[in-house]
C-alpha cells in the first residue's frame, strides 16, 4: 500500500455513513422481480448454519480454500444462502487463484454495493439485494468481458444444479 492509497481511505471516511446505504450493481443481464425483506438479521439465525450466519450478516470472512464450491465448474444457479434468491449464473464462474468462487458478473438487480472501509482502503462490497447478506468483495482485476471479479464466500451461496429446480424464495 502506498501512501496515496492510505490517504484516499482515510479522506472517504468521513463519508462512510453516505455510502453505507446500499445501491443496485449495475450488471448485464434482466433478472426476477422480487421485494427485499425487511426483517431483522436474526430472522436468519435458524436458517442458516453458524458460520453462514457469521459471514451473512455479520459480514465475517471465510478461510480460503474452505468452501468446496470454489472448484464447482457444473451448469447451474448460484443462490443466496439465507433467502434462496439466484445470484450468479454458472457460465459467468471461473477460476481466479484465490480460494474463494469468483464471477465476473452477478444476476442483474441481484445485488446491492456499498463502500467498505475495514481495511483502511476503501473496497467495494456486495449483498444479496432481497435480504441484505454479505456475500464478498468486487474486484477491478477480472477477466473479460466486465474485467471485475465478484469475489464470493462459498458458505453464502447454494450451488443449484442446472437439472435442479430453483427452491422458492425462502422468507
Given at each position: 500500500?502506498?501512501?496515496?492509497?492510505?490517504?484516499?481511505?482515510?479522506?472517504?471516511l468521513?463519508?462512510?455513513?453516505?455510502?453505507?446505504?446500499?445501491s443496485?450493481a449495475?450488471?448485464h443481464?434482466v433478472?426476477?422481480?422480487?421485494?427485499?425483506?425487511?426483517?431483522?438479521?436474526s430472522?436468519?439465525?435458524d436458517k442458516?448454519?453458524?458460520?453462514?450466519?457469521?459471514?451473512?450478516?455479520?459480514e465475517?470472512?471465510?478461510r480460503?480454500?474452505?468452501?468446496?464450491?470454489?472448484?464447482?465448474?457444473?451448469?447451474?444457479?448460484?443462490?443466496?444462502?439465507?433467502?434462496?434468491?439466484?445470484l450468479?449464473r454458472?457460465?459467468?464462474k471461473?477460476?481466479?487463484g484465490t480460494?474463494?468462487?469468483?464471477?465476473t458478473q452477478?444476476?442483474?438487480?441481484?445485488?446491492?454495493?456499498?463502500?467498505?472501509?475495514?481495511?483502511?482502503?476503501?473496497r467495494t462490497?456486495?449483498?444479496?439485494?432481497?435480504?441484505?447478506?454479505?456475500?464478498?468483495?468486487?474486484?477491478?482485476?477480472?477477466?473479460?468481458p466486465?474485467?471485475?471479479?465478484?469475489?464470493n464466500?462459498?458458505?453464502?451461496?447454494?450451488?443449484?444444479?442446472?437439472n435442479e429446480?430453483?427452491?422458492?424464495?425462502r422468507?
Open positions: 500500500m502506498n501512501r496515496r492509497t492510505l490517504l484516499a481511505g482515510f479522506l472517504a468521513p463519508a462512510l455513513p453516505v455510502m453505507s446505504r446500499l443496485l449495475d450488471t443481464e433478472g426476477m422481480s422480487f421485494e427485499p425483506l425487511d426483517v431483522p438479521h430472522f436468519w439465525k442458516v448454519s453458524a458460520e453462514a450466519f457469521e459471514v451473512l450478516f455479520e465475517a470472512t471465510e480460503p480454500d474452505s468452501s468446496p464450491l470454489d472448484k464447482v465448474y457444473d451448469a447451474g444457479t448460484y443462490i443466496c444462502a439465507a433467502c434462496y434468491l439466484p450468479f454458472s457460465e459467468d471461473f477460476d481466479s480460494g474463494w468462487p469468483s464471477f452477478p444476476i442483474k438487480g441481484h445485488m446491492g454495493t456499498k463502500q467498505d472501509f475495514k481495511l483502511i482502503w476503501p462490497e456486495y449483498h444479496c439485494a432481497r435480504c441484505g447478506g454479505h456475500q464478498g468483495h468486487v474486484f477491478k482485476d477480472g477477466p473479460p466486465t474485467g471485475e471479479r465478484w469475489c464466500n462459498g458458505v453464502a451461496l447454494r450451488f443449484v444444479p442446472e429446480t430453483l427452491p422458492e424464495l422468507a
